[in-house]
């Protein structure tokens, strides 16, 4: 029991940090473009998660029949999914995105079920529905508005996206340690984002950058890049995809917290009440069925 709970920690705390990202996410781009932005904060990351590997003495060599695999990993979990997201924030603010993020678990389960033949129970179908009506309670009672309607398909695309890497990472079977795969899937997604930087002349806005923009990108890197994404490998590797992705309904919630203190957002008892909802759901999500 007490390796389950710390399993959901893992959980918790990857989505807190991208909770959080999407306000760092939207202060760089006031000087970078999303592919620099993403080639950059997954590179550090790689550099990161090679230092960790050596540090832990976790091994980095692989076998040449996984590079496909791992291919599709990067390419489906940071090559497509950081593009589109960070594109979309600049047509719609952080906390939009934050509440959007939370359709991911829909997605996952409906996908789990189908793929996975992961049980849907009446506790996960119950669940879901009141996570998810917490989520639109607080976007409309707080009159939620995007400023294009392309931002919003695009995070939209991006919740169905992280979906499918989900449940990729659990069915394509790659045997290596977490670290080993967030490692090859940073390297894999920087490099193919690259070129774009180069060609946007992006590595020159990169070194012109303020000092303040530095601590955000530092901290997509170390935390949210390359912490997070061990941390929800780890999670999967023990917990069902549906019951994992249903922590995604919280990632609001950090949203909006991060927006109050980084951005002095007004956090309405509307969007408390949701977010009880929304919690409330997770536990439902997440409830064990008598036997």
Known sequence: MREGFVFKLYAL????????????????????DPYTIVASRFGL??????????????PLAIRLKHIPQLVILGVSGVF??????????????????GWLIACSPVFTVILSAALLGENMTKSKVFGMAAALAGVLFVAYSEGFKASSNAGVALMVLS???WAIYSILLKKLFVPY??????????????LLMLPFTIRNGGWHALVTMPEHQWAHL???????????????????????ASSVAAFLYIEPLFTLAAGAVLLQERMAVSALTG????LLGVFWMNKKQPA
Do not use: C, E
Not at 15 to 32: E, I, R, T, Y
């Open 275 to 278: 977010g009880v909802m929304i």
């Open 159 to 161: 919740t169905l996206n």
């Open 13 to 32: 705390a990857a989505v807190a940090f991208w909770g959080v990202s999407f306000v760092s996410s939207k202060s760089l781009l006031q000087n970078l």
């Open 45 to 58: 990351a790689s550099l990161l998660l090679g230092l960790a590997g050596a540090v832990f003495n976790i």
């Open 177 to 190: 340690p977490i670290i080993t795969i967030a490692f090859y899937t940073s390297v894999i997604g920087s």
């Open 218 to 240: 530092l901290f997509l890197a170390i935390f949210v890049s390359a912490a997070a994404y061990w941390f929800w490998g780890k999670a999967l590797s023990r917990m069902n």
């Open 80 to 97: 497509i999914h950081q593009w589109i997201q960070v594109l979309a924030l600049q047509y719609i603010d952080a906390v939009s995105a």
